[in-house]
């Protein structure tokens, strides 16, 4: 495009003046740019992305429901598609997680979950308002995501705005550290919620820790009745192994968020699911405990019917194998690209596998990401390092060719940076 673009784009430095490709359609792990080049995307197009772009049994739900209902209040109306899914993720989902709160991203789902968890302490009469997050998490760019998150170059122009959080250290090799420290804070008995990421951190850096101490984590917060929030966004919908990472650690959540894969990755929807005691907390002849939260798209038709066209692919096609097989062969691509002196801290969680590149300058704001970025674009491959580490988690109907593809403009990527 020659004409200079209204758009603002996100996380996007426009005064460098990189080119922003225009993409045309997609299908399956491809994107398809006006300039006829077929794009892998090796990232889910941001981990939303999971069965492939335009999967036809989604698009052909979501062509049905057009000609049906568009939109609807969600404030005491409801529609079958809705009333579709929700019952579906209660029969899919761990047992104990019987009610479904529509909300239309991941950011909104952790509003959703953080506030669900202070208004149930406010029901109930009991002063627990503090929340506890994990060092190096994200959950979102709204102002309770944000306060929940990371403190850094994320939101330090937004630190006003931002509520106080306890923070737990990352479980590193030795994960005591940080299970000492959930317990005393925990202890403390002020505690309203600990909000997670389970077995993988996303944008934080691709950090991924074991089940044993996910596991642990839980029990720390059950001991001292805190509510336990488990941030599924990004690692739910097969993206860690299993349909979730806390199947991993025989987890149940108080509170589960849910977005991204949720729709196959095709129309933004989100919901968050809780317990029986969360819904009790607000459920009253009491208008004032009602719980307040909506927005204008709630539980749309249209996004509805994507989820429940994505759930009818998990339960009557072979997923897992499909996921299992993808593990698989970006595990072996991991472990020869570890074999370089320039990668550092290989990690692989599910069909996510990521590594760190040795640099001088570290972290999200490390100079190698654009350059990267740039050479795998030129490569057709769209990957997006966080600043020196490189991940890739493709869609689950990645081909070996691409597979291979991708491997060698990693690997051309660190020969010209060396």
Avoid at 166 to 173: L, R, S
Avoid at 194 to 217: N, Q, R
Avoid at 311 to 326: F, K
């Amino acid at each position: 495009m020659t004409d200079r673009s209204p758009v603002w784009h996100p996380f996007h430095q426009h005064g460098l003046g990189e080119a922003i490709p225009l993409v045309t359609h997609a299908e399956g792990a491809a994107l398809y740019t006006d300039d006829g080049r077929r794009v892998i995307d090796a990232i889910s197009s941001w981990w939303v992305t999971t069965h492939g772009h335009n999967h036809p049994r989604i698009m052909q739900a979501v062509r049905e429901q057009t000609e049906k209902l568009d939109q609807l209040i969600f404030a005491g109306w409801t529609h079958e598609p809705a009333e579709t899914l929700a019952r579906g993720l209660v029969e899919i989902m761990p047992e104990g997680l019987p009610h479904v709160f529509f909300s239309d991203s991941g950011s909104t789902a952790v509003e959703v979950a953080l506030k669900m968890a202070l208004g149930f302490w406010h029901n109930r009469g009991e002063p627990r308002a503090r929340v506890l997050v994990m060092e190096h998490s994200y959950h979102g760019d709204t102002i309770g995501a944000m306060s929940v998150g990371e403190r850094g170059v994320f939101n330090r122009a937004y630190e006003a705005l931002l509520f106080d959080v306890g923070t737990i250290p990352f479980p590193a090799a030795d994960p005591q550290p940080s299970l000492d420290a959930l317990e005393a804070a925990c202890a403390a008995g002020d505690v309203a919620a600990f909000i997670i990421e389970p077995l993988l951190l996303g944008a934080g850096g691709m950090l991924t820790y074991p089940p044993s101490v996910l596991a642990e984590m839980r029990a720390i917060c059950a001991r001292h009745g805190v509510l336990f929030i488990a941030d599924e966004v990004m690692t739910g919908w097969g993206r860690t192994g299993t349909l979730l990472a806390c199947e991993q650690a025989g987890v149940t959540p108080d509170i589960l968020c849910l977005a991204k894969g949720l729709t196959g990755g095709t129309m933004p929807l989100a919901v968050t699911m809780a317990s029986e005691a969360i819904y009790d907390a607000h459920y009253s002849t009491d208008r004032s405990k009602m719980f307040f939260h909506s927005s204008s798209f709630t539980a749309n038709p249209i996004c509805c019917a994507a989820a429940n066209a994505n759930l009818a692919i998990w339960c009557e096609e072979p997923v897992l194998d499909r996921i299992a097989a993808l593990s698989a062969r970006l595990g072996n691509v991991l472990a020869r690209l570890s074999q370089r002196d320039d990668v550092t801290n290989p990690r692989q969680c599910g069909t996510m596998v990521a590594f760190d590149v040795a640099v001088g300058d570290e972290g999200y704001l490390a100079e190698i990401g654009p350059r990267l970025r740039e050479h795998f674009y030129a490569q057709d491959v769209l990957l997006r390092p966080l600043g020196n580490t490189v991940y890739v988690m493709p869609p689950y109907c990645l081909s070996e060719e691409d597979v291979a593809q991708i491997e060698a403009a990693i690997t051309s990527g660190l020969d010209s940076i060396a």
